[in-house]
Structure formats: structure tokens, C-alpha cells
DNA sequence: TCGATCTTGTGATAATGTAACAGAGGGCGG
DNA sequence: CCGCCCTCTGTTACATTATCACAAGATCGA
């Protein structure tokens, strides 16, 4: 049950093992973790914050490493599909793993006024949405879960 | 707990019912239930499935209803903002509310193969993902829950 | 009737996401 | 070393989804 992001953290500590994290799981799988790739996990690691696509390609096209759209968005498709970061679906945007690699239902907190995103689990295969669906006959693959709220942070100054 | 859609059921009523109930809550609350918005609603209700923007557009163009994005868009953001309509944020498109003008923490079932979606109520303010927001100290106001998998019907045939 | 307010019509444009194809590069059997 | 296959990249063009801005019409109560 990650919820890191809004607790205070080593967060350079948190980029490299990101990132190292990522990179080995590549080289165990054959995969081919390149500047790119690496750089795009890097800035979804940067804040704990959903970025867009296309603020990625900005910042890719300010360091030279891509100009056009599908530069970035086969970036981000590499990590989403290998699970090295998730998509949230609300914000039309991307976040890094909390736990690259393995495989997970993974549940969103979403901070309304900071704009931070933790990562949770939430296997909605089981619960109680999962029981009623069982018993209407539908069976769950996988879920979008997105709460929107005010984090620890927010939510004290927002008082 | 709503999970109508994949069942059989008397569509034509569940069509009734629907505008019926929208039309007498705008009448209670002073809002105007005007052509286009009841003929968007009608839209979303024929087919338990979720419609584009632009799907209801074209229909509305050959209607003489409307030609331009923001007549569809306005129509759905009246029924969203109200209630009486969701948004499935995974499919960029929307559904008809199963119960309009309840407030209500909807959550949705969506099959891949015939894309029906149905609406089940999951207050995600209670569970295992609430209790460890709330541990964080995150408090969750929204949440978009939307389960992808197969229904009843697909379920059987795809086997 | 008058004005305030909500609703609609319409053209333009922004934001997000894909298709398609040519070229660069690296491993690998010949 | 060469040519083949494969993945990744560069680039053009395009598709889809969504919003802005402003004028005109409809509604409703004072
Ligand atoms: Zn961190
Ligand atoms: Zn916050
Ligand atoms: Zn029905
Ligand atoms: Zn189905």
C-alpha cells in the first residue's frame, strides 16, 4: 500500500531507485531501456505529479531527444505497457510506478489543488462493487480507479 | 445496486422512465429540459452503451438539431453537471444515469467485446482503498471507478 | 415592455492521440 | 565482411476530442 508522494520523502533517492529499479528489470527481460525511455521515466519520477504527453515532449524537445508527438507518446507506451508507469485516465495524463515491474491493480489519489498523485492498491476483484458484479454475471479484468480529493498537505492549509 | 444493462429487461420503459424522471427533477428544480438536451438523453439511453461526443453530434446533425461540437457538448455537460449522465472517462463517452438526481458515488462495468456498460454504486469513502486514504491522510471526495471485463452475455459466447 | 439570464448557432482553434513510411542501428547467420 | 531481420527513431500528415469567443435567439420575471 504505497502512498508515498504526499509524506515527506528522500526524493532523490526515490529518482535513482526508480529509475535503477526500471533499468533492471529491462536488462532481466531483454527489454531495451534507451536515453529516451530512460529520460521520459525521469521526468514522470520528477514531481509525483500526472504529466501529459505533451508536456513530455516539450521538455524531450528543450533536451534535443524528439520534436514530434509519437516520440513521446511511444515512450510513455513502453513504460505503460511494461508497467513502469500508469496512465490517469482523468487528467489525460501519465505518472511513474510505485512499484515498477510487478504486476498490480493499481489504485490513484489525486490531489485537487496540488495536483500530486499517490499510487495505492485497490484489487477490485474482490470488495464489495467486485461481489455485485460476480453476481450480475460480469467478470472483472481490470479497473480505473481515480479518487479525487485533498491530500495531508492541501488539506490542512485549505481549511 | 444497479447493474441493469446486461440483463433483459423492458427497454423501451427503461426509456421512459428515464427522460420521465430527468424531465420531472428539472421541472423540481427550475432547470430547462429543452429539445436537445432531451433528445441527447434519449440518445444515451437506446443502447445501455456509451456514446462519443461526436457519435451524439452526427446524430443530432441529421436530426437539424445541431451541427457544431459545442451543441453536443453543452447538452452533455448539462446532463453530467446535474446528474443525469456520466462520463466513462476510459472511453471518452458517456452514459445515461441509472438513477438521475441521486447523488451517488457511481462506479461502471463495461464490457470489452459489446461494450454495454452498466452502472453499480461503489462509495469508494468506505473499503480497504478509503481506509488506507485515509491513514495517509487523504480524504477522497470523487472517485472514477470504471471495471473493464466481460459481461453475462459475452462471457458465455466467448468461451 | 424591458432587461437579466440562460440557451443556441457558428466559425475558429486548441489539446490529445495515431497512421504510415523512410531511415538508422545493432545482432546474427552466411 | 555482407546482407537480413528486427527494433527503435525521425518526420509528415492526419484523426479525434474538446474549448473559446461572439452574435443571436428564447425565457422569464419585474
Ligand atoms: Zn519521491
Ligand atoms: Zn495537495
Ligand atoms: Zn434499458
Ligand atoms: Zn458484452
Redesign the interface.
Known amino acids: ?1 504505497e ?1 508515498t508522494g ?2 515527506r520523502h528522500d526524493h532523490g533517492a526515490c529518482i535513482r531507485d526508480g529509475v535503477t529499479a526500471v533499468a533492471e528489470h529491462c536488462r532481466a527481460e531483454g527489454l531495451q531501456f534507451t536515453p529516451v525511455r530512460r529520460r521520459v521515466l525521469e521526468l514522470l519520477l520528477e514531481g509525483h505529479r500526472a504529466l501529459g504527453a505533451y508536456d513530455i515532449l516539450d521538455r524531450l524537445r528543450e533536451e534535443g531527444l524528439g520534436s514530434q508527438p509519437p516520440v513521446a507518446y511511444r515512450a510513455l507506451d513502453f513504460l505503460v505497457k511494461n508497467g513502469f508507469a500508469h496512465k490517469i ?2 487528467l489525460n495524463a501519465f505518472v511513474a510506478c510505485a512499484c515498477p515491474g510487478e504486476s498490480h491493480m493499481p ?1 490513484f ?1 489525486i ?2 489543488k496540488c495536483d500530486k498523485v ?1 499510487e ?1 492498491e ?1 484489487d ?1 476483484r474482490e ?3 467486485a461481489q ?2 460476480a ?18 498537505n492541501c ?1 490542512g492549509a485549505a481549511a
Open positions: 500500500m502512498t504526499f509524506a485516465e482523468r489504485a489519489l490531489c485537487r499517490a495505492a485497490a477490485m470488495g464489495k462493487l455485485s458484479a453476481e450480475a454475471g460480469f467478470h472483472i479484468e481490470r479497473a480505473v480507479v481515480e479518487a479525487e480529493g485533498l491530500c495531508p488539506s
